[in-house]
């Protein structure tokens, strides 16, 4: 289903999201000396865009969506992924994740986000009508306002590398 443009702003920050987790699954396994620059990232990425996002979230969408009676238990999952992935975040900002945290921290992300946009998304799109779409929409960008509004570039030691 074409994604409503009411959630476009949602799912643009969940496509930088999921370029990082495939940059990490790419480059696993992390050797140990890069830990600290991929954690670098990850912490910037919550604190320039995700924090806002989650926040976004659990004060518009996700009241929005516990509307609707099949889409509560899916409201209750997600915020749990987000209390999961937070402690990640604080522990990449700490710089105390290892390699194996790191590939679970990018599997739990994109599982988190493919759940919010092939569950979520759909079925509030099919559930709400145009109008609340767009008053939902408007909210949405008044909680991001403060997010930064461009696609991050990689750290130098986090870019991808030609295998030889």
Do not use: Y
Request: charged share 25%.
């Amino acid at each position: 289903m074409l994604r409503d443009k009411s959630l476009i702003p949602l799912s643009r920050q969940h496509q930088h999201a999921l370029a990082l987790c495939v940059r990490i699954d790419r480059a696993s396994p992390i050797p140990e000396a890069d830990l600290p620059a991929w954690q670098a990232e990850i912490a910037q990425l919550f604190q320039s865009e995700v924090r806002f996002h989650f926040v976004a979230e659990e004060q518009v969408l996700f009241p929005a969506a516990r509307k609707f009676q099949e889409l509560i238990a899916l409201v209750e999952d997600l915020l749990s992924d987000h209390a999961s992935l937070r402690q990640s975040f604080a522990q990449a900002e700490a710089r105390t994740l290892n390699a194996a945290d790191l590939s679970a921290f990018a599997q739990h992300m994109s599982a988190h986000i493919r759940k919010e946009e092939r569950q979520l998304f759909e079925r509030m799109q099919e559930s709400m009508s145009p109008e609340d779409l767009a008053f939902l929409g408007h909210q949405l960008d008044e909680a991001l306002k403060d997010a930064v509004q461009a696609c991050s570039v990689p750290m130098d030691d986090t870019r991808p590398r030609s295998r030889s």
